[in-house]
């Protein structure tokens, strides 16, 4: 890439390679930690180093499809607090507010297929290197919590990257787990493979990398936790919050000609699709 100031930007050469499959997912429920800890084999090394990166996204399909903030136009039967049934409509940019509340619309059961998604701020950096040829590789991927008993479903995908791509990532991992006390070590210079056309010296934050990838659907069941324990609350990095609280405008029965429930279609956005998970089950 090139700034504004003609200085020309670029990255050392990548090599795309396919990781090795996972031969299996499994978790572990730890009580201590109130977690699940999900793990991956490999099949044992057989030759060259490898190194992954894995990430994660969470799937939770959709109760509710659309919200009435003024950019979705759909007909809403609403009840004001005094149980009157009102006919109003989501027109563009015509916000509809019940008591400043923002009113949910439920899915269309005949297109229930509507799903959020949340890529997850974590993930897992692998690597086999101090591993002698024949060792088991077995990779931990992350730590769910315990905050509800429903299975928990990510799909997980695990990049294939360089020796250098690894470093710059453990490096990173690392410098984010410092307390700043003085027993930390000093931070190694944090420096990627993007520099200067003609001087690789001159390193720039930031890297550029190209992975081979295999992909695969996971559900953590929760069966092996206890019941009766007090749960800890929801982790807003791996859990997925169905729209905003709001108030779902079902109105039967209001006594006015017309009012009915009120359903949605799924409304696509940044995170939600109606594109089926891989091995998504109900």
């Known amino acids: 890439f090139v700034l504004a100031d003609g200085k020309e930007y670029i990255s050392t050469i990548d090599t795309l390679k396919i990781p090795d499959r ?56 609403a009840i004001d607090p005094y149980g009157t ?56 991927l992350l730590e769910v919590p315990l905050s509800d008993y429903e299975p928990y479903y990510i799909e997980v995908y695990q990049n294939n990257v ?43 934050l930031g890297s550029f990398q190209v992975s081979g990838q295999q992909k695969y659907g996971y559900y953590i069941e929760k069966d092996d936790a206890p019941r009766g324990i007090l749960l800890p609350k929801e982790n807003p990095d791996f859990v997925y919050y169905d729209l905003r609280p709001g108030t779902v405008v079902l109105a039967n029965n209001c006594g006015v000609p017309g009012c009915k429930v009120v359903y949605a279609k799924c409304t696509l956005t940044s995170f939600r699709t109606n594109t089926k998970p891989l091995n998504w089950r109900d």
């Open 162 to 204: 360089t020796a250098e791509a690894y470093r710059y990532m453990k490096t990173l991992e690392e410098n984010g787990q410092r307390t700043g006390t003085l027993v930390d070590p000093i931070p190694p210079l944090i420096t990627g493979n993007i520099y200067l056309r003609g001087d690789e010296n001159q390193r720039v």
């Open 85 to 140: 049934c009102l006919l109003q409509s989501c027109n563009n940019n015509v916000p509809l507010y019940i008591n400043s509340i923002i009113p949910s619309f439920p899915c269309i059961p005949s297109a229930y297929d509507c799903w959020n998604f949340k890529r997850q701020r974590y993930y897992s950096i692998f690597s086999d290197a101090i591993l002698a040829v024949g060792s088991n590789r077995t990779q931990k």
């Open 22 to 77: 996972y031969e299996k997912i499994f978790d572990r429920y730890n009580p201590e930690k109130k977690k699940f800890e999900v793990y991956a084999d490999l099949k044992p090394k057989s030759g060259a180093n490898s190194y992954y990166q894995t990430y994660f996204i969470n799937y939770e399909r959709c109760k509710y499809c659309a919200e009435c903030l003024g950019c979705v136009d759909v007909k809403a039967v």
